[in-house]
């Protein structure tokens, strides 16, 4: 039915790979055309970018340390004193969340809503990332969809556990016995 005809539509497009090979359990893109598929690779790929990126910022404070000085200083705040995870949410000031949200709004109307349909969704044409062989580039992306994919699930998994247990991923305290401790 709908879902063979997605599968036989987009299954040669990248992301389309082993175990799963085209994989769309939510059948969203059931009697999809280009476009539709288009929007929503590009929604993928920024969606396991930014993904990518939180798993790296949720888990890199408790290998490497934080930030010396203050976050705040007129409210004495150091970064020391944010915890990781979801519980930075409360910690973090008013005036913090507002650069947050300013310097995201700047991102996402400085990247361009539409570069899907201008060509491939994603490609900013920076070699050093991707490579001028099709075959390299084409390997890349597609570890790029993969890493997406698996990230997504991880800041997920994250977010979970610490909602679960109040501790943020990386919280060794809890392990008395962690050599990495």
């Given amino acids: ?41 590009y929604v993928e790929l920024k969606h396991g970018r930014i993904s990518m990126m939180a798993t790296m910022g949720y888990i890199t404070p408790e290998i490497t340390g934080k930030f010396p000085g203050f976050l ?28 947050i949200f ?4 700047f991102c996402e109307a400085g990247g361009g809503f539409n570069d899907y349909t201008t060509g491939t969704p994603g490609d900013y044409g920076f070699k050093v990332l991707t490579s001028s062989d099709p ?26 556990q610490d909602g679960l247990t109040g501790a943020a991923y990386g919280d060794w305290s809890l392990y008395t016995d962690s050599p990495l401790r």
């Fill in 72 to 99: 705040s200083p007129s409210a004495k705040l150091a970064f020391k004193d944010i915890p990781n995870g979801i519980g930075a949410i409360a910690k973090v000031p008013a005036l913090g969340w507002a650069q």
């Fill in 102 to 105: 300013a310097y995201m709004s």
């Fill in 1 to 41: 039915g709908k879902a063979s005809t997605a599968l036989n539509a987009f299954e040669s497009e990248l992301g389309a790979q082993p175990p799963l090979g085209f994989y769309d359990p939510l059948g969203m893109l059931d009697d999809a055309d280009q476009d539709r598929f288009d929007r929503l690779r």
């Fill in 135 to 160: 075959t390299e580039k084409t390997r890349k992306l597609n570890s790029e969809l993969a890493n997406g994919r698996l990230a997504m699930m991880a800041i997920i998994g994250m977010f979970f």
